[in-house]
């Protein structure tokens, strides 16, 4: 086995070449490349769970998901973008497993501890909304929105998750956001 920190002092091997080992049981080389991507995979899951703990848990996993996934991985295609998919489904298994425990604790919260349960009512109808607004746009408006709102991504960190240019995802998101602001205003007005 290669020594991937050591193999070209002053160079960086690129991610297809560690990828191509680590696609060949080379763990070392998938090791240096979840080293390389864990600050970007860990940036985003902190941006998606607002909690140090969930983020490190979902990094966690999203590593060991990606090196059983290896087989699957696609050689032709960028490994940041395929990681941060991988990153970004953990975060959802994980929030969905999150909202599942919060509902149980909002019904013991009691009034006087907490917001009321309109005012939680009202928030939750809210989010509900406007998850079911994102979701509904084309995936070319919603993935970018996505990727800068949820995860916390830069302009050029979505545009390299995504494999389109920076400028791309500028106007993606600003389309996007158009259409939110159209729905939202439409449906105050019913």
Partial sequence: MVDWVTANPGTAVSDERLAAAARGGDRDAYAALA??????????AFAFLRTREDA?????????????????????????PWLMRIVRNQCRDLCRRRRIRKSVALEL????????????AIAAEDQRRLQVEVAALPERLRAPILLHYAFG??????????????STVVGRIAGGLRHLRRRYVRERNT
């Avoid at 699957?72 to 940041?80: E, K, L, T, V």
């Avoid at 919260?109 to 939680?120: D, F, I, R, Y």
């Fill in 109 to 120: 919260v009691s009034a006087e501890q907490g917001p009321s349960a309109e005012t939680l």
């Fill in 56 to 80: 490190e848990d979902a990094v966690q996993e999203a590593m060991v998901n990606a090196y059983r996934a290896l087989g699957r991985y696609d050689p032709r295609r960028a490994w940041g």
């Fill in 153 to 166: 991504l830069t302009y050029k960190e979505t545009a390299l998750a995504l494999g389109i240019p920076e």
């Fill in 35 to 44: 080293e390389r991507y864990r600050p970007l995979a860990y940036a985003c």
